[in-house]
């Protein structure tokens, strides 16, 4: 079993910067594809980036360019980092992990999530 906790969720105005991350405990991630989802109010839970075991990354559209995910296997933690943030990225952000994990929230893990408020 893997447990992941997110943090560094808060409030941000548009155009600031935010970095939030997913710590996990259970086992070690190295071999883990690690990933970032966001559900805002009202809406289906939406992918926004994930990492591969060996580094490859992939970007929703909406974010590319702005956020970069990354990961440090020695502790265990991958990072979002978001820049240029926008209103419209108000959500709650959840981590997820797993042998794979895919754009439709295919995985094995999930996290709680942390809530990311951009005021305008």
């Known amino acids: 079993q893997v447990q992941l906790v997110e943090s560094g969720g808060g409030l941000v105005q548009a155009g600031g910067s935010l970095r939030l991350s997913c710590a996990a405990s259970?086992?070690?991630?190295?071999?883990?594809?690690m990933g970032w989802f966001r559900q805002a109010p009202g809406k289906e839970r939406d992918f926004v980036a994930n990492i591969s075991w060996f580094g490859t990354t992939d970007y929703a559209d909406s974010v590319k360019g702005r956020f970069t995910i990354s990961r440090d296997n020695a502790k265990n933690t991958i990072y979002l980092q978001m820049n240029m943030v926008k209103p419209e990225d108000t959500a709650v952000y959840y981590c997820a992990a797993g042998k794979a994990v895919g754009r439709s929230g295919e995985c094995d893990y999930w996290g709680q999530g942390t809530q990311v408020t951009v005021s305008s």
């Open positions: 259970g086992r070690t991630i190295s071999r883990y594809a």
